[in-house]
Structure formats: structure tokens, C-alpha cells
């Protein structure tokens, strides 16, 4: 049997390529055809697609690669939507288009990371030089009756994070609609000293029009937490991200449940299903790491073999 053939080719929006491209996508990921080009308009000025085509021309993998922004000072380009047909597995073609992209953004002096979306990828993504690097905590919060009694004690504390209103903690919820660049400022001067990737302005615009119609992020107490709420309805509410300020995980490892808690109780959910920048599961693999963030890999390393809360990581 002759060996099929295959050509790597970028994916121009509205191209043939394209198509196939958004097809793929469609597919595997379950999004909609509106979606697909709602990101690539979204991204329009950042962003490429890369298809691998057997002699026909059908697009049998295919990837997309777009700027989401910055992490130590160098510009962070995202393998996302990383896909190939089922009977075309096994083939390398996935490997061809992730190797491709990686050295492209490697070339450009960027830094290339990608999303294991389970735990077996970490070992497939690790065979082209990317390690595990960002992590996050992911937890299912009931929404009891909150206990006020706890927090008698925290009424009096200043905070003192740059770009965070100077306001104690206090035991009753204040949800407000945030602005993207505000909640921005907030999200930096939070996760100072961790590592994380500060998003551009294209994936600040993504993230809020994927949250609660472009109306989920939020300030809680204005400004001792921020979050951004995926979806809400009587079952659950999904917070893609519950940033604390730092004071009050030092005060309180628990401040993060309660405060869900009592989101779940706002929004007249059960429960609360949040993510939080943490040292649970692998949210990020990153290649062309600086050298100077060698210490911070250790550290992430030892994470990755230890996860805090039992997260399976393979």
C-alpha cells in the first residue's frame, strides 16, 4: 500500500484551509461553526491556523496558534484547539503542526504553551519540550448557610496590594460588574509573585465575551476578590477564575469556600464549581522558558509530583 502523503499549509481565514480547519474543530471540540469564527475575528490581528491536508486536500489536523499575552516581559503564543481526525490518529500529524508552531514562536524570541486538556497529554506535550508550568486548584463548593460568627475577627484589617481598594473583608457578599482592564489590574497586583501570563487586550476581550454574555466578571467586596462566572443557573454556578487578594489566603485558607459559597447563594445555585490559580492539576505546558525562571520550574516541578488535594496528574 503507497504511503499517503500530507502538506502543511496555513489556514488564511475564509480559505479552503479554513474550512476544514473550523470543521475539524467543530467536531472533536463540539463548538459551533459561530463560535469558531467569532475567536478568529476576535483574535484577528494575532492569530494563524495551521492545517496538515492528505492529496485531496481534506484537512486531517489541524491547530491554531494566537498571542494571549505576556509572562516574563516575552510575548506568550498559545497552541489551542490542537486536533485530528479519528481515523487519521497515530500518524504524527498532530506532532508535525505542534512542532511547526513551536519553533516558529521560538524563532520570534515568544514563548510557546499549550493546555493539556487530561492528564495523559502532559506526557505527550513533553516529548516536544514543553513542561508543566501554570496550575490550578479545582473545587465544588455546597452553599450552606454562611456562618458570620467566623469572621468577627477580620473586620479591621487594611489591605496593602498595589491597584486593590484598601476595604476589609467583610461577611456579607458585594458582587459588582468589573471592566475587563479593571478586572486586569486586579488579577496582576493578586497573582504578583506566581507565575501566570498577564492576557492581552484580544484575550481579555475573549475571556469576557465567554463569561455570563460579556457581563461575568465581577469584584466581590469591592475588591477583596475578583472572579469571572462561566455560567449560572439553579444547579450550579462555574467560576473560571476566584483570584483572592493575598491577605486573605494568609488569614484563611478557607476564605476562597466560603466566598463561593455564598456566590452560589447570590446567584440561587446549589453549589459552586470554581477554578483558582493554586498547585492542583496542570492547566499550562510552556516551552522556551527563560533561564532566569529556572527556580520557579523547580518549584512547579515539585508540584506537579505532589499535587496539593489528590488531583490525579499523570
Known sequence: MDKKEFRIKKAEYGSAEYEGLRDLWCEVFDDTAAYVDAFYDNFSDVISGYVVTDEGGMVCSALTCHLCGTYAERP??????????????GQGLAARLICLVRDKVADAGGISILSPAEPSLISYYRQFGYEPHFFIDE????S??????????FDEFDLDIEG????????????QPLP???YNRY????LAGQPHIEPSP?????IESETMNGCGLYSVNRGDAICAVKHADPAKVVLTELILNPVLKELSFDIDNEIASMIARRFGAAETLFITPGSGRCQGMIYGLPKESAEQTEENEYYYENPYYGFPIG
Open 139 to 142: 473545587r465544588a463548593v455546597l
Open 164 to 175: 486593590a481598594d484598601p476595604t476589609p473583608f467583610r461577611a456579607e457578599i458585594d458582587l
Open 180 to 182: 475587563a482592564e479593571k
Open 76 to 89: 506568550v503564543y498559545v497552541s489551542y484547539a490542537i486536533c485530528t481526525r479519528k481515523n487519521m490518529r
Open 187 to 190: 488579577r496582576e497586583a493578586f
Open 144 to 153: 450552606p448557610e454562611f456562618n458570620f460568627d467566623e469572621f468577627d475577627d
Open 202 to 206: 484580544d484575550m481579555l476581550s475573549q
